[in-house]
């Protein structure tokens, strides 16, 4: 079976890299330079102070004469349109596409383009660091992935993506309501991503200071009282699980990827993210002034990176 990854930056390459070592042929879309470096290059995966290469994986920038069982969308969030419209006519009619994107409007993007019962939406844990255009550095365990439909569908209508992860060693579990587990990975990664980018500092210097801390679990309570005014099937124990994750199983050097990306000057997913938190809450009339602040400190950084992109 063949499976398409469009997007090589950190996930794009995890995931190729280990779908084609479990054996699966694999058709990597990627930029360009990307795909030219690639003749000459296999992409690396390191972990743990080892390097392995991966050669038997497909480079490409083009989809053209492309057709695959199952694809899987690797790019940032504001991507998911122009990847969703390109790899349509590159897969096959029953295939089902995963988006992977933190924040909670990737699959409704992808299903403008290809019919909803197809698209699968997912919540990914993973540390995955593009090193170099064809490296990446994995931090902590394996990938575990969370899988639901937004139409409803059943399990088994997944099986063409969720077994090759499965296979490929990446713990994958199924939910029956990925809006709430969405919802809920994005108080995490809007809370202690949007607080470490506006204060640039990681997890560990966040902890360490009670008033950081506060700040934290105030923004993950804002984003929860938002998905709940919209709908989100939430409690007060994954408030308490996302706090729990923050405070004892991030390693102390942990950032957020926007947080990465905001520093650098690099366009991030700060609309995606902590954008799509506020504008919702002002529809639903929540309050939410961590965030607020966070997006209106952080905003003019955003418009900056992408003038100079």
């Known amino acids: 079976m063949t499976l398409l990854v469009y997007g090589a930056g950190g996930l794009g390459l995890y995931f190729a890299a280990r779908l084609a070592q479990s054996g699966h042929e694999v058709i990597l879309k990627a ?9 000459h290059e296999p992409i690396r995966i390191s972990k743990d102070g080892s390097t392995e290469e991966v050669h038997n994986i497909h480079v490409v920038d083009s989809l053209e004469g492309v057709r695959a069982q199952g694809a899987i969308i690797t790019t940032k969030a504001w991507q998911v349109d122009d990847a969703a419209r390109d790899l349509s006519a590159a897969i096959t009619n029953d295939a089902p596409i995963l988006t992977t994107q933190n924040g909670i409007d990737a699959p409704t993007r992808a299903a403008r383009f290809v019919s ?8 990914v844990v993973v540390i995955a660091e593009r090193t170099g255009p064809l490296n990446v550095r994995v931090v902590g365990p394996e990938a ?5 439909s937004i139409a409803n569908r ?3 209508d997944a099986n063409r993506i969720t077994r090759p992860l499965a296979a490929a060693g990446i713990s994958t579990d199924w939910t029956d309501d990925i809006v709430a587990a969405l919802w809920k990975k994005l108080a995490l990664i809007c809370s202690y991503g949007g607080v470490g980018a506006a204060l640039d500092r990681n997890v560990g210097e ?10 934290v679990e105030t923004a993950m309570s ?23 994750i923050f405070l004892h199983r991030f390693s102390p050097q942990t950032t957020s990827s926007m947080h990465r990306d905001l520093v650098a000057g690099r366009p991030s997913e700060l609309e995606d993210q902590v954008g799509a938190v506020v504008h919702r809450a002002k529809s639903s009339r929540v309050a939410t002034p961590v ?10 950084c955003e418009a900056s990176a992408r003038r100079n992109a």
């Open 31 to 39: 930029r360009r330079d990307t795909s030219r470096q690639s003749m």
């Open 206 to 215: 966040s902890r360490a200071d009670a008033r950081i801390c506060g700040l």
């Open 222 to 244: 804002e984003v929860f009282s938002v998905a709940i005014a919209e709908g989100a099937s939430l409690s007060e124990s994954d408030l308490a699980d996302d706090m729990d």
């Open 116 to 123: 909803s019962d197809r698209v699968f939406a997912s919540t």
């Open 144 to 148: 575990s992935i969370t899988v639901g």
């Open 291 to 300: 965030l607020d602040f966070i997006y209106a400190s952080m905003a003019p």
């Open 154 to 156: 059943p399990p088994s």
